[in-house]
T-cell receptor
Framework: NAGVTQTPKFRVLKTGQSMTLLCAQDMNHEYMYWYRQDPGMGLRLIHY???????AKGEVPDGYNVSRLKKQNFLLGLESAAPSQTSVYFC?????????????FGPGTRLTVT | GEDVEQSLFLSVREGDSSVINCTYTDSSSTYLYWYKQEPGAGLQLLTY?????DMKQDQRLTVLLNKKDKHLSLRIADTQTGDSAIYFCAVAQALSGSARQLTFGSGTQLTVLP
């Protein structure tokens, strides 16, 4: 099992450009999440999904959109990138059938917006 | 909202025990986690504890939970240089269904000196 994978690993954007980050998981997990990590801080939840075709806002959703067309994939879109979106983005997945409800994280995407 | 606090740095000698502390504010949190992050990598789940437990031991790791004081600690016995990393405490809050938002502390940088 690859677990949770993220594409791309690194990206540099100019202000106003758009891009999509892809998250894939092969654990058949129902729930998927997008977090961002800023220097010296913990992770903050952007959006999440409890199933195929459903998404919901997290703590810091502004400037991002998401889609979950297939159970194994969760896409994070930036329509018009801003320097404040420079961050490391982590995807995670979980299932309600594990006792600990633990979230498994991908390796992250480092995004720089100039 | 939930607030999670950790001290920023901890240095120990190889072979000693390390104790990383965390405090949180939401007493209704059911699941509490410890994650490890090595440079340039994603988050690796180390262990978790339910809020109805006082202690959990897993090989070299011991988690203590004082629910009255809202204090969580992670003890690493016989600390090795490979344990050098950032350790995050995370507290789960309910979203829809069984999905959980993790609120993270800012992380404790553990440095193990030879």
């Amino acid at each position: 099992n690859a677990g949770v994978t993220q594409t791309p690993k690194f990206r540099v954007l100019k202000t106003g450009q758009s891009m999509t980050l892809l998250c894939a998981q092969d654990m058949n997990h129902e729930y998927m999440y997008w977090y961002r990590q800023d220097p010296g801080m913990g992770l903050r939840l952007i959006h999440y999904s409890v199933g195929e075709g459903t998404t919901a806002k997290g703590e810091v959703p502004d400037g991002y959109n998401v889609s979950r067309l297939k159970k194994q994939n969760f896409l994070l879109g930036l329509e018009s990138a801003a320097p404040s979106q420079t961050s490391v983005y982590f995807c995670a997945s979980s299932t309600p059938y594990r006792v600990g409800r633990e979230q498994y994280f991908g390796p992250g995407t480092r995004l720089t917006v100039t | 909202g939930e607030d999670v606090e950790q001290s920023l740095f901890l240095s120990v000698r190889e072979g000693d025990s390390s104790v990383i502390n965390c405090t949180y504010t939401d007493s209704s949190s059911t699941y509490l986690y410890w994650y490890k992050q090595e440079p340039g990598a994603g988050l690796q789940l180390l262990t978790y504890i339910f809020s109805n437990m006082d202690m959990k031991q897993d090989q070299r790791l011991t988690v203590l939970l004082n629910k009255k004081d809202k204090h969580l600690s992670l003890r690493i016995a016989d600390t090795q240089t490979g344990d050098s990393a950032i350790y995050f405490c995370a507290v789960a809050q309910a979203l829809s269904g069984s999905a959980r938002q993790l609120t993270f502390g800012s992380g404790t940088q553990l440095t193990v000196l030879p």
